[in-house]
Protein backbone atom coordinates (compact mmCIF):
# COMPACT_ATOMS: atom_id res chain seq x y z
CA UNK A 1 0.00 0.00 0.00
CA UNK A 2 1.23 3.11 -1.54
CA UNK A 3 0.88 6.61 0.82
CA UNK A 4 1.76 9.78 0.63
CA UNK A 5 1.48 12.40 3.54
CA UNK A 6 2.20 16.29 2.65
CA UNK A 7 3.23 18.63 5.66
CA UNK A 8 4.47 22.26 5.69
CA UNK A 9 1.14 24.34 4.31
CA UNK A 10 -0.06 27.56 5.90
CA UNK A 11 -0.45 30.84 5.43
CA UNK A 12 2.12 33.18 4.33
CA UNK A 13 3.04 37.10 4.02
CA UNK A 14 4.05 37.60 -0.01
CA UNK A 15 7.75 37.60 -0.41
CA UNK A 16 7.98 34.84 2.33
CA UNK A 17 8.79 31.35 2.26
CA UNK A 18 7.55 27.74 2.96
CA UNK A 19 8.55 24.37 3.05
CA UNK A 20 6.51 21.50 1.92
CA UNK A 21 7.55 17.95 2.55
CA UNK A 22 5.84 14.84 1.72
CA UNK A 23 6.55 11.49 3.34
CA UNK A 24 5.82 8.04 1.13
CA UNK A 25 5.28 4.70 2.26
CA UNK A 26 5.68 1.27 0.67
CA UNK A 27 8.27 0.23 -1.63
CA UNK A 28 8.25 2.99 -4.58
CA UNK A 29 10.43 5.88 -3.93
CA UNK A 30 13.28 4.73 -5.38
CA UNK A 31 11.77 4.15 -8.33
CA UNK A 32 9.72 7.16 -8.97
CA UNK A 33 9.86 10.23 -10.56
CA UNK A 34 8.14 12.61 -7.88
CA UNK A 35 6.37 15.78 -8.09
CA UNK A 36 4.79 18.89 -7.00
CA UNK A 37 1.23 19.89 -8.46
CA UNK A 38 -1.23 22.35 -7.54
CA UNK A 39 -4.72 23.42 -7.93
CA UNK A 40 -6.26 26.99 -7.26
CA UNK A 41 -9.65 27.05 -7.04
CA UNK A 42 -11.09 27.38 -10.44
CA UNK A 43 -8.43 25.97 -12.36
CA UNK A 44 -6.76 22.58 -13.65
CA UNK A 45 -4.07 21.02 -11.39
CA UNK A 46 -0.91 22.11 -12.83
CA UNK A 47 2.56 20.77 -12.81
CA UNK A 48 5.02 22.65 -10.79
CA UNK A 49 8.23 20.66 -10.06
CA UNK A 50 9.43 17.39 -10.83
CA UNK A 51 12.46 15.23 -9.77
CA UNK A 52 13.70 11.92 -10.58
CA UNK A 53 15.07 9.34 -8.53
CA UNK A 54 18.82 10.26 -9.69
CA UNK A 55 17.91 13.82 -8.84
CA UNK A 56 17.12 15.43 -12.11
CA UNK A 57 14.98 18.42 -12.20
CA UNK A 58 12.35 20.24 -13.80
CA UNK A 59 10.36 23.19 -13.13
CA UNK A 60 7.36 24.96 -14.27
CA UNK A 61 8.21 28.48 -15.23
CA UNK A 62 6.33 30.42 -12.81
CA UNK A 63 8.28 28.05 -10.23
CA UNK A 64 11.98 28.74 -11.90
CA UNK A 65 14.22 31.02 -9.72
CA UNK A 66 12.13 30.86 -6.46
CA UNK A 67 10.87 26.80 -5.67
CA UNK A 68 13.58 24.44 -5.04
CA UNK A 69 12.61 20.10 -5.28
CA UNK A 70 14.79 18.10 -3.39
CA UNK A 71 14.61 14.42 -2.35
CA UNK A 72 16.36 11.95 0.29
CA UNK A 73 15.76 8.28 -1.27
CA UNK A 74 17.21 7.00 2.30
CA UNK A 75 14.35 9.00 4.24
CA UNK A 76 11.66 8.44 1.37
CA UNK A 77 10.84 12.21 1.03
CA UNK A 78 10.23 15.23 -1.20
CA UNK A 79 10.41 18.91 -0.59
CA UNK A 80 9.69 22.15 -1.97
CA UNK A 81 11.29 24.45 -0.86
CA UNK A 82 9.54 28.23 -2.07
CA UNK A 83 10.79 31.07 -1.69
CA UNK A 84 9.23 35.19 -2.78
CA UNK A 85 5.75 33.86 -2.70
CA UNK A 86 2.83 35.60 -4.51
CA UNK A 87 -0.98 35.51 -3.90
CA UNK A 88 -0.98 33.74 -6.95
CA UNK A 89 0.98 30.88 -5.36
CA UNK A 90 -2.08 30.51 -3.41
CA UNK A 91 -3.19 26.54 -3.87
CA UNK A 92 -3.56 23.03 -2.78
CA UNK A 93 0.10 21.37 -3.33
CA UNK A 94 -0.19 17.69 -4.22
CA UNK A 95 2.57 15.41 -4.21
CA UNK A 96 2.55 13.10 -6.50
CA UNK A 97 4.80 9.76 -7.22
CA UNK A 98 5.22 8.03 -10.70
CA UNK A 99 5.96 4.47 -10.14
CA UNK A 100 8.70 4.10 -13.43
CA UNK A 101 8.41 0.05 -13.14
CA UNK A 102 4.78 0.28 -13.48
CA UNK A 103 3.58 3.54 -14.76
CA UNK A 104 1.37 3.70 -11.84
CA UNK A 105 0.68 6.97 -10.35
CA UNK A 106 -0.19 7.87 -6.82
CA UNK A 107 -1.16 11.08 -4.81
CA UNK A 108 -1.30 12.51 -1.24
CA UNK A 109 -3.99 14.29 0.12
CA UNK A 110 -2.78 17.59 -0.74
CA UNK A 111 -2.15 21.05 1.56
CA UNK A 112 -3.29 24.48 1.64
CA UNK A 113 -0.65 27.32 0.97
CA UNK A 114 -2.65 30.75 1.14
CA UNK A 115 0.24 33.78 0.49
CA UNK A 116 -1.74 36.92 1.13
CA UNK A 117 -1.16 39.65 3.20
Known amino acids: QVQLVESGGGLVQPGGSLRLSCAASGSIFTTSTMAWHRQAPGNLRDLVAT???????TYSDSAKGRFTISRDNAKNTVWLQMNSLKPEDTAVYYC???????????WGQGTQVTVSS
Open 51 to 57: ITSGGST
Open 96 to 106: NARDLRTWDSY
